[in-house]
T-cell receptor, first 114, second 114 residues
Framework: ETGVTQTPRHLVMGMTNKKSLKCEQH?????MYWYKQSAKKPLELMFV???????ENNSVPSRFSPECPNSSHLFLHLHTLQPEDSALYLC?????????????FGQGTRLTVV | GENVEQHPSTLSVQEGDSAVIKCTYS??????FPWYKQELGKRPQLIID?????GEKKDQRIAVTLNKTAKHFSLHITETQPEDSAVYFC?????????????FGTGTQLKVEL
């Protein structure tokens, strides 16, 4: 499989549940990102991992916890979420090199918190 | 931090006409300006990008212009077709060792009518 793949595609969870979103990139990139896409709002950058080191945490609540075990995999661990956290969560990857490269997005995980 | 504004939020054109979407950014250090197309239920896909050392870039029916002094950049689509109907997002970032941290505009819903 090529590109950036995310699982699951859809997730419904209760506010007391713990779940994880998974992202895998097959592009040989060394930077990975989590974005949140809510209705009527721009895509919001949540976390950035560059060379497996977290370089950005955009004031995201601690109920979202990222993990990047290697340059190909990225997780977003979720616990005690709120209904307003319902959104499309997009993973992206890019190459950190001379000048950098475009960001490629996965299909996203549609999360509904009930 | 960076702030990107995008106009219009919706745009309806007749097939064959041109469409123009405009964005402004606030951080003069931004040096990379991509445009993404997102069809319903699909991932954002890069359609064209421009770096700050270039004023204009064209790829078939799509062109992007950049005015660094005014901090404006625009997407131009000529000879629009029904398959151009989608949401278009502009973004800005500073490419570097910390990855490609994109700040997105709020999106433009383009509808191409027959």
């Amino acid at each position: 499989e090529t590109g950036v793949t995310q699982t699951p595609r859809h997730l419904v969870m209760g506010m007391t549940n713990k779940k994880s979103l998974k992202c895998e990139q097959h592009l040989g990139h060394n930077a990975m990102y989590w974005y949140k896409q809510s209705a009527k709002k721009p895509l919001e950058l949540m976390f950035v991992y560059s060379l497996e080191e977290r370089v950005e945490n955009n004031s995201v609540p601690s109920r979202f916890s990222p993990e990047c075990p290697n340059s190909s995999h990225l997780f977003l661990h979720l616990h005690t979420l709120q209904p307003e956290d319902s959104a499309l969560y997009l993973c992206a990857s890019s190459q950190v090199a001379q000048g950098g490269t475009e960001a490629f997005f996965g299909q996203g995980t549609r999360l509904t918190v009930v | 931090g960076e702030n990107v504004e995008q106009h219009p939020s919706t745009l309806s054109v007749q097939e064959g006409d041109s469409a123009v979407i405009k964005c402004t950014y606030s951080d003069s250090a931004s040096n990379y300006f991509p445009w993404y197309k997102q069809e319903l239920g699909k991932r954002p896909q890069l359609i064209i990008d421009i770096r700050s050392n270039v004023g204009e870039k064209k790829d078939q029916r799509i062109a992007v212009t950049l005015n660094k002094t005014a901090k404006h950049f625009s997407l131009h689509i000529t000879e629009t077709q029904p398959e151009d109907s989608a949401v278009y997002f502009c973004a800005a970032s500073i490419l570097g060792g910390g990855g490609n941290k994109l700040t997105f505009g709020t999106g433009t819903q383009l509808k191409v009518e027959l």
